[in-house]
Protein backbone atom coordinates (compact mmCIF):
# COMPACT_ATOMS: atom_id res chain seq x y z
CA UNK A 1 0.00 0.00 0.00
CA UNK A 2 1.56 3.33 -1.46
CA UNK A 3 2.42 5.80 2.03
CA UNK A 4 0.96 9.31 1.78
CA UNK A 5 3.30 11.92 0.85
CA UNK A 6 4.50 13.44 4.20
CA UNK A 7 3.49 17.08 2.74
CA UNK A 8 0.33 16.29 2.02
CA UNK A 9 -0.10 14.08 5.55
CA UNK A 10 0.86 18.11 7.28
CA UNK A 11 -1.11 19.65 4.68
CA UNK A 12 1.56 22.01 3.45
CA UNK A 13 3.25 22.83 -0.03
CA UNK A 14 7.06 21.41 -0.85
CA UNK A 15 8.36 24.81 -0.25
CA UNK A 16 6.89 25.00 2.76
CA UNK A 17 9.50 26.69 5.47
CA UNK A 18 10.06 25.03 9.00
CA UNK A 19 7.86 27.50 10.77
CA UNK A 20 4.98 26.93 8.42
CA UNK A 21 5.49 22.83 8.69
CA UNK A 22 6.04 23.46 12.64
CA UNK A 23 2.36 25.61 12.70
CA UNK A 24 0.50 22.89 10.10
CA UNK A 25 1.79 19.81 12.60
CA UNK A 26 0.37 21.37 15.64
CA UNK A 27 -2.55 22.12 14.48
CA UNK A 28 -3.10 19.17 13.21
CA UNK A 29 -1.70 17.16 16.53
CA UNK A 30 -4.01 18.96 18.51
CA UNK A 31 -7.14 17.84 16.13
CA UNK A 32 -6.17 14.28 16.63
CA UNK A 33 -4.61 14.09 19.77
CA UNK A 34 -6.04 10.48 21.72
CA UNK A 35 -6.85 12.17 24.63
CA UNK A 36 -9.35 14.49 22.72
CA UNK A 37 -10.32 11.92 20.52
CA UNK A 38 -11.18 8.62 23.00
CA UNK A 39 -13.98 7.45 20.65
CA UNK A 40 -12.08 7.27 17.79
CA UNK A 41 -9.94 4.81 16.58
CA UNK A 42 -8.45 6.49 13.58
CA UNK A 43 -7.25 9.28 15.47
CA UNK A 44 -4.11 7.47 17.00
CA UNK A 45 -3.45 6.02 13.57
CA UNK A 46 -3.53 10.03 11.92
CA UNK A 47 -1.82 11.05 15.21
CA UNK A 48 1.08 8.76 14.56
CA UNK A 49 1.16 9.72 10.84
CA UNK A 50 1.27 13.27 11.62
CA UNK A 51 4.25 12.51 13.83
CA UNK A 52 6.24 10.79 11.20
CA UNK A 53 6.19 13.23 8.80
CA UNK A 54 6.88 16.04 11.11
CA UNK A 55 9.89 14.59 12.28
CA UNK A 56 11.41 13.68 8.72
CA UNK A 57 10.05 17.22 7.72
CA UNK A 58 11.90 19.17 10.43
CA UNK A 59 15.00 17.87 10.09
CA UNK A 60 16.91 19.56 7.44
CA UNK A 61 19.21 16.59 6.48
CA UNK A 62 16.10 13.94 6.53
CA UNK A 63 13.61 16.09 4.48
CA UNK A 64 16.87 16.45 2.20
CA UNK A 65 16.95 12.75 1.57
CA UNK A 66 13.03 12.55 1.31
CA UNK A 67 12.80 15.28 -0.99
CA UNK A 68 15.27 13.41 -3.71
CA UNK A 69 14.27 9.78 -3.15
CA UNK A 70 11.14 9.61 -1.41
CA UNK A 71 9.95 7.29 1.18
CA UNK A 72 12.30 5.10 -0.15
CA UNK A 73 15.52 6.66 2.00
CA UNK A 74 14.16 5.80 5.16
CA UNK A 75 13.41 1.70 4.04
CA UNK A 76 15.94 -1.16 4.02
CA UNK A 77 19.22 0.72 5.02
CA UNK A 78 18.07 3.95 2.83
CA UNK A 79 18.80 4.27 -0.56
CA UNK A 80 22.67 5.66 -1.28
CA UNK A 81 23.41 5.75 2.06
CA UNK A 82 20.82 8.47 2.94
CA UNK A 83 18.58 6.12 5.62
CA UNK A 84 22.39 5.68 7.88
CA UNK A 85 22.47 7.74 11.00
CA UNK A 86 18.88 8.65 10.96
CA UNK A 87 17.66 6.72 13.80
CA UNK A 88 14.34 4.11 13.22
CA UNK A 89 11.24 6.29 14.30
CA UNK A 90 10.88 3.28 16.54
CA UNK A 91 14.63 3.06 17.78
CA UNK A 92 15.98 5.14 20.88
CA UNK A 93 17.75 8.04 18.81
CA UNK A 94 14.15 8.80 16.70
CA UNK A 95 11.93 8.35 19.55
CA UNK A 96 14.10 10.77 22.08
CA UNK A 97 14.46 13.33 19.16
CA UNK A 98 10.57 13.20 18.88
CA UNK A 99 9.81 13.09 22.45
CA UNK A 100 11.80 16.30 22.76
CA UNK A 101 9.73 18.22 19.64
CA UNK A 102 6.56 16.87 20.91
CA UNK A 103 7.52 18.14 24.45
CA UNK A 104 8.24 22.03 22.67
CA UNK A 105 4.57 21.74 20.65
CA UNK A 106 2.62 20.64 23.18
CA UNK A 107 3.91 21.74 26.67
CA UNK A 108 1.01 24.31 26.89
CA UNK A 109 -1.75 21.25 25.92
CA UNK A 110 0.25 18.97 28.75
CA UNK A 111 -0.43 21.27 31.36
CA UNK A 112 2.30 24.03 31.23
CA UNK A 113 5.71 24.84 29.22
CA UNK A 114 8.35 22.90 27.90
CA UNK A 115 10.68 22.03 31.31
CA UNK A 116 8.21 24.17 33.39
CA UNK A 117 6.01 21.55 34.77
CA UNK A 118 5.00 21.79 38.37
CA UNK A 119 3.40 19.31 40.65
CA UNK A 120 0.63 21.08 42.75
CA UNK A 121 -2.91 23.12 43.71
CA UNK A 122 -3.98 24.66 40.78
CA UNK A 123 -4.69 28.69 40.49
CA UNK A 124 -8.67 29.91 41.64
CA UNK A 125 -10.64 31.03 38.88
CA UNK A 126 -11.54 34.48 37.79
CA UNK A 127 -14.13 36.17 38.72
CA UNK A 128 -16.43 38.90 37.05
CA UNK A 129 -18.44 41.22 38.07
CA UNK A 130 -20.02 44.65 36.37
CA UNK A 131 -20.11 48.15 38.34
CA UNK A 132 -22.78 50.41 37.14
CA UNK A 133 -21.63 53.97 37.83
CA UNK A 134 -23.25 57.33 36.93
CA UNK A 135 -21.78 59.88 34.33
CA UNK A 136 -21.66 62.27 37.11
CA UNK A 137 -19.24 59.78 38.77
CA UNK A 138 -17.43 58.70 35.60
CA UNK A 139 -16.41 62.63 36.17
CA UNK A 140 -15.47 62.94 40.12
CA UNK A 141 -14.65 59.61 40.66
CA UNK A 142 -15.38 57.49 43.30
CA UNK A 143 -14.58 54.79 45.65
CA UNK A 144 -16.98 51.99 45.48
CA UNK A 145 -17.53 48.94 46.91
CA UNK A 146 -18.16 45.86 45.66
CA UNK A 147 -19.92 42.48 47.13
CA UNK A 148 -18.39 39.23 45.57
CA UNK A 149 -19.45 36.21 46.05
CA UNK A 150 -16.84 33.54 45.99
CA UNK A 151 -14.42 31.01 47.23
CA UNK A 152 -12.06 31.94 49.93
CA UNK A 153 -9.24 29.90 52.08
CA UNK A 154 -10.71 27.74 54.69
CA UNK A 155 -9.98 29.15 57.97
CA UNK A 156 -9.62 25.64 59.92
CA UNK A 157 -7.25 24.07 57.34
CA UNK A 158 -5.37 27.16 56.65
CA UNK A 159 -6.52 26.19 52.96
CA UNK A 160 -4.43 22.99 52.77
CA UNK A 161 -7.58 20.50 52.84
CA UNK A 162 -6.34 18.20 55.93
CA UNK A 163 -7.71 17.80 59.17
CA UNK A 164 -5.87 20.03 61.81
CA UNK A 165 -3.06 18.37 63.14
CA UNK A 166 -2.34 16.71 59.37
CA UNK A 167 -0.94 16.94 56.35
CA UNK A 168 -0.85 16.31 52.44
CA UNK A 169 0.95 13.08 51.48
CA UNK A 170 2.93 12.30 48.33
CA UNK A 171 0.72 10.81 45.51
CA UNK A 172 2.02 7.61 45.38
CA UNK A 173 1.02 6.94 41.85
CA UNK A 174 2.76 9.84 40.55
CA UNK A 175 5.50 9.92 43.01
CA UNK A 176 4.43 13.88 43.74
CA UNK A 177 5.07 14.96 40.56
CA UNK A 178 1.31 15.41 39.30
CA UNK A 179 1.73 13.80 36.24
CA UNK A 180 2.12 10.17 34.96
CA UNK A 181 4.01 9.22 31.34
CA UNK A 182 2.67 6.42 28.92
CA UNK A 183 4.19 5.24 25.67
CA UNK A 184 2.19 5.51 23.14
CA UNK A 185 3.82 3.98 19.77
CA UNK A 186 7.44 5.65 19.11
CA UNK A 187 7.38 8.75 21.67
CA UNK A 188 6.27 9.18 25.39
CA UNK A 189 2.47 11.07 26.54
CA UNK A 190 2.43 13.44 29.26
CA UNK A 191 -1.26 13.23 31.46
CA UNK A 192 -2.24 14.60 34.41
CA UNK A 193 -2.26 12.34 37.69
CA UNK A 194 -5.96 10.57 37.37
CA UNK A 195 -5.01 10.07 41.16
CA UNK A 196 -4.23 13.30 42.71
CA UNK A 197 -5.49 15.37 39.75
CA UNK A 198 -2.01 17.23 38.53
CA UNK A 199 -1.46 17.83 42.41
CA UNK A 200 1.04 15.75 43.47
CA UNK A 201 -0.40 15.69 47.08
CA UNK A 202 -3.23 13.80 48.48
CA UNK A 203 -5.60 14.09 51.50
CA UNK A 204 -6.06 11.00 53.33
CA UNK A 205 -7.75 12.74 56.33
CA UNK A 206 -9.78 16.04 55.07
CA UNK A 207 -10.88 18.98 57.11
CA UNK A 208 -14.70 18.71 57.51
CA UNK A 209 -15.00 22.41 57.32
CA UNK A 210 -14.59 22.19 52.91
CA UNK A 211 -14.25 18.51 52.85
CA UNK A 212 -10.50 19.05 52.25
CA UNK A 213 -11.01 21.29 49.24
CA UNK A 214 -9.31 23.81 51.37
CA UNK A 215 -11.89 26.63 50.19
CA UNK A 216 -15.23 27.32 51.58
CA UNK A 217 -18.05 29.81 49.59
CA UNK A 218 -18.59 33.26 51.29
CA UNK A 219 -19.17 36.71 49.92
CA UNK A 220 -16.45 39.22 50.72
CA UNK A 221 -16.73 43.31 50.52
CA UNK A 222 -13.94 45.06 48.49
CA UNK A 223 -13.30 48.67 48.21
CA UNK A 224 -12.54 49.79 44.68
CA UNK A 225 -10.75 53.29 43.38
CA UNK A 226 -12.86 54.51 40.40
CA UNK A 227 -10.89 56.88 38.50
CA UNK A 228 -12.46 59.87 37.54
CA UNK A 229 -12.54 60.49 33.48
CA UNK A 230 -12.91 56.44 33.32
CA UNK A 231 -14.88 55.36 30.79
CA UNK A 232 -17.63 53.03 29.63
CA UNK A 233 -16.43 49.35 28.95
CA UNK A 234 -12.95 49.61 31.22
CA UNK A 235 -11.48 46.75 33.00
CA UNK A 236 -10.46 47.58 36.52
CA UNK A 237 -8.00 44.20 37.86
CA UNK A 238 -8.03 43.27 41.29
CA UNK A 239 -5.07 40.65 41.43
CA UNK A 240 -5.21 37.94 43.62
CA UNK A 241 -8.92 38.81 44.50
CA UNK A 242 -10.97 36.11 42.75
CA UNK A 243 -11.71 32.25 43.46
CA UNK A 244 -9.34 30.97 45.81
CA UNK A 245 -7.03 28.46 44.72
CA UNK A 246 -7.99 24.40 46.13
CA UNK A 247 -6.01 23.18 48.79
CA UNK A 248 -3.42 26.58 49.26
CA UNK A 249 -3.79 27.11 45.27
CA UNK A 250 -2.81 30.83 44.21
CA UNK A 251 -5.98 33.06 44.31
CA UNK A 252 -7.32 34.00 41.08
CA UNK A 253 -8.32 37.73 40.01
CA UNK A 254 -11.43 39.86 40.01
CA UNK A 255 -12.16 41.78 37.18
CA UNK A 256 -14.16 44.84 37.36
CA UNK A 257 -16.58 46.13 34.05
CA UNK A 258 -17.13 49.54 34.15
CA UNK A 259 -20.91 50.60 32.87
CA UNK A 260 -21.36 54.78 32.33
CA UNK A 261 -25.28 54.97 32.55
CA UNK A 262 -26.38 56.82 30.00
CA UNK A 263 -27.70 60.97 30.85
CA UNK A 264 -30.50 63.29 30.74
CA UNK A 265 -28.64 65.94 29.25
CA UNK A 266 -25.04 64.99 28.37
CA UNK A 267 -23.87 62.34 25.85
CA UNK A 268 -20.21 61.65 25.54
CA UNK A 269 -17.18 61.19 23.21
CA UNK A 270 -13.98 60.57 24.87
CA UNK A 271 -13.47 63.60 26.95
CA UNK A 272 -15.97 65.87 25.10
CA UNK A 273 -19.51 66.27 26.01
CA UNK A 274 -22.49 67.13 24.04
CA UNK A 275 -26.06 68.40 25.01
CA UNK A 276 -28.78 69.69 22.37
CA UNK A 277 -30.32 72.38 23.86
CA UNK A 278 -33.39 73.58 22.30
CA UNK A 279 -34.49 77.05 21.25
CA UNK A 280 -37.73 78.83 20.62
CA UNK A 281 -38.40 80.19 17.12
CA UNK A 282 -38.02 83.28 18.60
CA UNK A 283 -34.66 83.43 20.26
CA UNK A 284 -33.31 81.61 17.36
CA UNK A 285 -34.35 84.76 15.35
CA UNK A 286 -33.94 87.62 17.02
CA UNK A 287 -30.76 86.51 19.36
CA UNK A 288 -30.48 85.80 22.67
CA UNK A 289 -28.81 84.28 26.25
CA UNK A 290 -29.08 80.94 27.61
CA UNK A 291 -27.37 78.96 30.75
CA UNK A 292 -26.87 75.78 29.96
CA UNK A 293 -25.75 73.04 33.32
CA UNK A 294 -22.11 71.32 32.36
CA UNK A 295 -21.31 67.93 33.81
CA UNK A 296 -19.69 69.68 37.63
CA UNK A 297 -22.86 71.08 38.55
CA UNK A 298 -22.15 74.75 37.02
CA UNK A 299 -23.75 76.73 34.85
CA UNK A 300 -22.54 78.08 31.71
CA UNK A 301 -24.13 81.02 29.62
CA UNK A 302 -24.64 80.76 25.51
CA UNK A 303 -25.27 83.64 23.43
CA UNK A 304 -27.34 82.98 20.47
CA UNK A 305 -26.59 85.26 17.81
CA UNK A 306 -30.04 87.05 15.85
CA UNK A 307 -30.57 84.78 12.33
CA UNK A 308 -28.92 81.06 14.17
CA UNK A 309 -30.07 78.13 12.61
CA UNK A 310 -30.92 74.28 14.16
CA UNK A 311 -27.25 72.62 14.09
CA UNK A 312 -25.45 75.72 15.38
CA UNK A 313 -22.83 73.90 17.67
CA UNK A 314 -21.24 76.29 20.57
CA UNK A 315 -18.11 75.45 22.17
CA UNK A 316 -17.36 75.48 25.55
CA UNK A 317 -13.91 75.20 26.10
CA UNK A 318 -12.90 72.77 29.59
CA UNK A 319 -16.21 71.92 30.75
CA UNK A 320 -16.56 68.03 29.16
CA UNK A 321 -15.07 65.41 31.21
CA UNK A 322 -12.13 64.27 32.96
CA UNK A 323 -9.11 62.86 31.47
CA UNK A 324 -7.86 59.56 32.97
CA UNK A 325 -4.94 60.76 34.91
CA UNK A 326 -4.39 64.25 33.62
CA UNK A 327 -5.59 67.38 35.53
CA UNK A 328 -6.97 68.53 32.24
CA UNK A 329 -11.14 68.52 30.89
CA UNK A 330 -12.50 67.96 27.35
CA UNK A 331 -14.51 70.61 25.43
CA UNK A 332 -18.30 70.80 25.94
CA UNK A 333 -20.24 71.34 22.57
CA UNK A 334 -24.02 72.79 22.74
CA UNK A 335 -25.89 72.43 19.52
CA UNK A 336 -29.13 73.85 19.27
CA UNK A 337 -32.73 73.33 17.83
CA UNK A 338 -34.56 75.40 16.42
CA UNK A 339 -37.88 74.48 18.21
CA UNK A 340 -41.56 75.22 15.99
CA UNK A 341 -44.15 76.52 17.84
CA UNK A 342 -47.51 74.32 18.68
CA UNK A 343 -50.69 74.53 19.93
CA UNK A 344 -51.25 77.98 18.68
CA UNK A 345 -54.55 80.29 19.61
CA UNK A 346 -56.58 82.45 17.62
CA UNK A 347 -54.60 85.56 18.23
CA UNK A 348 -51.00 83.66 18.03
CA UNK A 349 -51.92 82.33 14.30
CA UNK A 350 -53.20 85.73 13.26
CA UNK A 351 -49.96 87.27 14.61
CA UNK A 352 -47.85 84.95 12.54
CA UNK A 353 -50.46 85.25 9.11
CA UNK A 354 -49.24 88.93 10.00
CA UNK A 355 -45.83 88.48 10.12
CA UNK A 356 -45.88 86.29 6.69
CA UNK A 357 -47.88 89.32 4.60
CA UNK A 358 -45.47 91.96 6.22
CA UNK A 359 -43.41 90.92 3.28
CA UNK A 360 -39.07 90.01 2.98
CA UNK A 361 -40.04 85.89 2.74
CA UNK A 362 -37.06 85.41 0.53
CA UNK A 363 -34.56 87.17 2.62
CA UNK A 364 -36.08 86.18 5.92
CA UNK A 365 -35.31 82.24 5.00
CA UNK A 366 -32.31 82.25 2.33
CA UNK A 367 -32.00 78.80 3.28
CA UNK A 368 -35.62 77.89 1.75
CA UNK A 369 -34.64 79.80 -1.30
CA UNK A 370 -31.62 78.59 -2.28
CA UNK A 371 -33.39 74.89 -1.79
CA UNK A 372 -36.09 75.94 -4.21
CA UNK A 373 -33.52 77.24 -6.76
CA UNK A 374 -31.78 74.15 -6.85
CA UNK A 375 -35.23 71.95 -7.24
CA UNK A 376 -36.55 73.99 -10.15
CA UNK A 377 -33.08 73.83 -11.47
CA UNK A 378 -33.50 70.00 -11.10
CA UNK A 379 -36.75 69.97 -12.98
CA UNK A 380 -35.93 71.99 -15.20
CA UNK A 381 -32.99 69.57 -16.21
CA UNK A 382 -35.37 66.69 -16.05
CA UNK A 383 -37.89 67.98 -18.64
CA UNK A 384 -35.26 68.98 -21.02
CA UNK A 385 -33.87 65.82 -20.87
CA UNK A 386 -37.24 64.12 -22.21
Partial sequence: MAQQCYYE?????RGADAGVIKSAFRKRAMQYHPDRNHDNPEAEKKFKELGEAYEILSDEQKRAAYDRFGHAAFQNGGANGFGAGFGGMGGAGGAGAFSDIFEDI?????????????A????GADLKYVLDISLEEAFNGKKAEVTVPGSVACETCEGSGAKPGSGPTHCGTCKGAGRVRMQQGFFTIERTCPHCHGEGQVISDPCTDCSGQGRVRRERTLSVDVPAGI??????RLSGEGEAGPRGGPEGDLYIFVNVAEHDLFERDGADLYCLMPVPMTTAALGGEFETPTIDGGRVKISVPE???TGRRFRVRQKGMSKLNAKTRGDMFVEIGVETPTGLNAEQKELLQKFCEAGGGEDCCPQSKGFFERAKNFWDNVTDGR
Avoid at 106 to 118: D, I, K, L, P, S
Avoid at 120 to 123: D, L, Q
Avoid at 231 to 236: L, S, V
Fill in 120 to 123: GPGR
Fill in 9 to 13: TLGVE
Fill in 307 to 309: GSQ
Fill in 106 to 118: FGEFMGGRAGQRR
Fill in 231 to 236: ENGTRI
